[in-house]
């Protein structure tokens, strides 16, 4: 049975990378995705290539209004609004010494304000409606060991985690879930560095697994956290990082102990 | 199907989170391995599995022994030739104050819950590790990662299982083995059910969860066999809690929200 038939889900960020993917395998599971991004020709051709199940709807996470537009687009194209994934980020890394304020700005205002924005224009209409609903909300590796010189990158994605717990425990009773996901080394546009083979290289064996994410590895616990499948989970933080956030021992020289 | 054709161990697999997790594989298309210290309930989880379609066999043991950790990966290696996924349920709760716990309570708890899962990876792991694949699920408990008041060693004990299984996770992902963590919070199942027959306890103990209400077996095995399945292929050593948001609701319980004469009055339904 399609876990999401008749259901809704507004993706933000959702014209390309874990976002673009996470509309085509909801709607391939039998969901109805607004893809919220401000890059509307690739949006569009999302949107397209899913067919009707899909529509782009211009979003700037920033803007308020727009937020509770893009809800009222899924409103108003399906006629609800059930589930909410957040990607929409930007990185804009230098190291803190250097840091421009409009760069710690920018990444603050789309990843955590936006998010923030976001999840109130989504839990707004749920709340007032009387409905169910789930937010994924997308964090990183980076929110829980800091990510030296990625700028404000680390910071906002460990408010990020807290955020989505804080959403999850004011709105458990209405019976909305929040949880936050979050990927290691993952290859996608934002992450072009990755397309240097010495890179990607480098940073497949730093990972215990011994490979780079791809956007699939990252939608299936999106999916999972969405569906009902966790109906009891809420405020939790779910890493897929192929193991590196609990490797750091590995890059320690001499354990020569046998 | 999500575990097509898959042979998973359950340890604890004759009741609660256990059983729950051996139905819903079988669901899954998984065959399973019943291992539980007790018959009557193990050999009634094999009915159930039989019931979705699926081969069960049961394995009478106590998680505890090596000698049994190794039969239990034995006879599931004689019943199906392999062995994909392990879940680890298997525990003792013996509450107690620290100032008064008896030694064999803490080595019980933590001989089950600890070394057993400790010994039952090791011994499925073998055949895992000649496959360059495999699944290992360790069931824990938000006790540990919260301390748990007059519980005895159980929160120590669980706490252990989550560090366990990102051991497990970080030195076998070379041989293509995944191990993470379910952390459950409250469970209605027969471990706490005599507990939750009182009604001001059932009440007082959903109310401090912020969704409002305990946990059911069935909430929980879906988080293990989604670990156990290929959609999980690139988490290991992760824990997962599913728990209603009960691990992170401290604060839901501070009194007195008065912030410079803002007064809110916090009520989880409004």
């Known amino acids: ?258 | 199907m999500m575990l097509d054709g898959k042979k998973i161990i359950v340890t604890g697999g004759g009741s609660g989170i256990g059983r729950a997790t051996c139905i819903l594989a079988a669901r899954e298309g998984a065959d399973l391995a019943v291992a539980d210290i007790n018959p009557e309930t193990g050999d009634e989880t094999v009915k159930l599995v039989k019931a979705e379609g699926r081969e069960a066999i049961f394995i009478e043991m106590d998680t505890s022994k090596k000698e049994d950790a190794l039969r239990m990966a034995e006879e599931t290696l004689a019943a199906y030739g392999t062995i994909d996924g392990l879940v680890c349920c298997a525990i003792k709760l013996v509450p107690g104050r620290l100032e008064e716990l008896p030694e064999e309570d803490w080595d019980m708890v933590m001989d089950v819950g600890l070394k057993g899962y400790f010994l039952c990876a090791q011994a499925a792991g073998q055949s895992m590790i000649k496959n360059k694949s495999g699944a290992i699920v360790f069931v824990s408990s938000v006790g540990g990662m919260q301390t748990y008041p007059l519980a005895g060693a159980y929160s120590v004990c669980k706490a252990g299982a989550i560090m366990l299984s990102k051991l497990f996770g970080v030195e076998w992902a070379a041989h293509g083995i995944r191990a993470n963590t379910i952390s459950p919070g409250q469970v209605r199942s027969p471990m706490t059910e005599a507990m939750f027959q009182d009604p001001e306890i059932a009440a007082g103990r959903a109310a401090v969860v912020p969704m409002g209400r305990v946990g059911v077996p069935e909430e929980i095995a879906e988080g293990c066999v989604f670990l156990l399945s290929s959609r999980a292929r690139y988490i290991t050593a992760a824990n997962l809690p599913i728990d209603g948001g009960h691990g992170e609701s401290k604060m839901i319980h501070v009194p007195g929200r008065n912030w410079g004469g803002k007064k809110i009055a916090y009520d989880p339904d409004k």
Not at chain 1, 89 to 118: H, N, Q, R, Y
Request: proline share 4%; glycine share 12%.
């Open chain 1, 1 to 258: 049975m399609a876990r999401f038939a008749g259901k809704t889900c507004i993706v933000a960020g959702g014209a390309r990378g874990i976002g673009g993917k996470t509309c085509e395998f909801y709607a391939a599971e039998g969901g109805r995705v607004v893809i919220g991004d401000v890059r509307e020709e690739l949006g569009t051709d999302l949107a397209s290539r899913i067919g009707e199940r899909a529509v782009f709807q211009p979003l700037d996470v920033t803007d308020p209004e727009s937020c509770r537009v893009a809800v009222e687009r899924a409103v108003g194209e399906f006629g609800s609004a059930d589930h909410l994934v957040n990607c929409a980020i930007k990185m804009d890394p230098a190291p803190l010494i250097d840091l421009k304020l409009e760069s710690w700005k920018l990444v603050v205002d789309i990843g955590l304000t936006g998010m923030f924005l976001m999840c109130q224009a989504f839990g707004r209409w749920a709340i007032e409606n009387g409905r169910a609903g789930s937010i994924v909300n997308l964090s990183s590796n980076a929110g829980v060991q800091p990510y030296g010189l990625s700028g404000a990158y680390s910071t906002v994605k460990a408010g990020i985690i807290m955020l989505t717990q804080h959403i999850a425990i004011e709105w458990a009773r209405k019976r909305i879930r929040a949880n936050a996901i979050c990927p290691g080394h993952t290859e996608t546009p934002l992450t072009a560095y990755l397309q240097d083979p010495e890179v990607k290289k480098g940073r497949s064996e730093v990972t215990p697994v011994g490979r780079v994410a791809q956007p699939e590895d990252i939608v299936h616990g999106i999916l999972f956290l969405l569906s009902d499948e966790a109906a009891y989970i809420t405020a939790a933080r779910l890493d897929i990082d192929g193991g590196l956030t609990s490797s750091i021992f590995n890059h320690m020289p001499g354990r020569k102990w046998d």
